[in-house]
């Protein structure tokens, strides 16, 4: 994947079975734990690109989110304070070698950033 491209999207859920089920029938994503992510489950579309996770649901996590890679969290966060963004949640590590972070834009939409390897399963 590219710098901009969005490489994750997470799903919030109530019932991460039923869920599955759900869009494993509808969709034919290949949904499946990652090694090291227990109650995590990520889904993988048919194209082999588009990827994602199905989250728990919570008070500040209610509608999808998408996760934009980058080359550096850092240098991207630096540049979203610039331009009128917030940072909600600085680079945190996914695992040894991926990272994330949040912030919102001028008009509050929440926004990932990604950094690292991009492969469902991975880490």
Do not use: C
């Amino acid at each position: 994947m590219a710098h901009g491209d969005i490489t994750h999207i997470d799903i919030p859920v109530s019932d991460t079975a039923k869920a599955a089920q759900f869009y494993s029938s509808l969709f034919g994503w290949k949904i499946a734990e990652a090694p090291g992510f227990e109650g995590y489950p990520m889904w993988q579309a048919p194209n082999q690109i588009s990827g994602g996770g199905l989250a728990p649901r919570r008070d500040d996590f209610t509608q999808p989110r998408s996760y934009v890679e980058v080359d550096s969290i850092d240098d991207t966060l630096a540049k979203v304070e610039e331009n009128g963004g917030k940072v909600l949640f600085g680079k945190s590590p996914i695992t040894d070698t991926s990272w994330w972070a949040f912030f919102t834009d001028p008009d509050g939409n929440v926004i990932g950033l990604y950094e690292g390897t991009t492969e469902v399963g991975e880490g």
